[in-house]
């Protein structure tokens, strides 16, 4: 018996000390889950097809002679970027700037189901689509290639607004609004609809109960469980290490 704990034990050393060397690998489930499940697909196919419903509502709702547009998030939002995600986990880190914007220069990320004929859709009907998203200027000539490999609508300079100076994108937003009368947002993250879900100092659960019936309607949200704004308010501290952030993470489940 002893003979067999000692070889059971052995076995798993390795297996702990991979999981405490390399933290990062917390998010292997998660990237596997965007790219494996029919769930995932699943809940994406039903955020367009909401989309498109209220799209066409909204169409009969508005009548001030303004222009209609959409406004979408660009990275899980209608591109799948978890082949990058995949990537930094194989290199045991989370995230490398380097390593983004060389991903985003190829231009390879696949559609998030159901984007690309929501868009097509709403621009059968005359609606524009913008899209602000936090990509920096040196993504950009990546950006339109990927959007234009598979023939997005409205893939211009006018149309596709990156983070400039700031990652909050209200002023992007209000901008649209003055010439524009905007139907719907779609994004992965509260910050792509509000900024009073996580920029103003309030309770982000709350906040959401709030804004329940524009859910589905006004708002739609595509499931992202790789990353996010909702992770940042998890962590306590600056200069955070990948094992002090995994730390953090495990004493923030709720368990009995």
Not at 12 to 21: R, S, T
Not at 178 to 192: A, F, P, Q, T
Request: charged share 25%; proline share 3%; hydrophobic share 35%.
């Amino acid at each position: 018996m002893k003979k067999y704990l000692l070889i059971l034990t052995f076995g798993i050393l390795p297996i702990l000390g991979f999981a405490q060397k390399t933290p990062e690998r917390d998010y292997i489930n998660a990237v596997l889950w965007q790219q494996q499940s029919g769930e995932y697909r699943a809940l994406a196919f039903q955020a367009y097809n909401f989309a498109k419903l209220s799209l066409k509502e909204a169409l009969w709702e508005q009548a001030n002679g303004k222009p209609n547009c959409v406004i979408v998030d660009a990275d899980e939002t209608i591109l799948d970027n978890s082949p990058f995600q995949g990537h930094e986990i194989r290199k045991g880190v989370s995230y490398v700037q380097k390593d983004w914007t060389g991903w985003t220069a190829l231009g390879q990320a696949d559609t998030v189901p159901g984007a690309l004929a929501f868009l097509r859709f709403a621009a059968s009907k005359g609606v524009e689509t913008f899209y602000v998203t936090n990509r920096d200027e040196a993504d950009r000539e990546g950006t339109v290639k990927n959007l234009k490999k598979f023939g997005f609508p409205n893939v211009d300079d006018k149309h596709i607004l990156l983070k400039s100076t700031t990652s909050d994108k209200e002023t992007r937003r209000q901008e649209i609004l003055k010439n524009y009368n905007i139907l719907l947002l779609c994004g992965d993250n509260l910050s792509d609809f509000s900024n009073v879900f996580y920029r103003e100092g309030k309770d982000t659960k709350t906040e959401v109960d709030k804004a329940q019936q524009l859910f589905g309607t006004k708002f739609i949200v595509l499931p992202n469980p790789m990353y996010g704004d909702w992770e940042k308010l998890l962590y306590n501290g600056d200069k955070l290490t990948e094992q002090d952030r995994a730390k953090q993470r495990l004493n923030k489940l709720k368990s009995y």
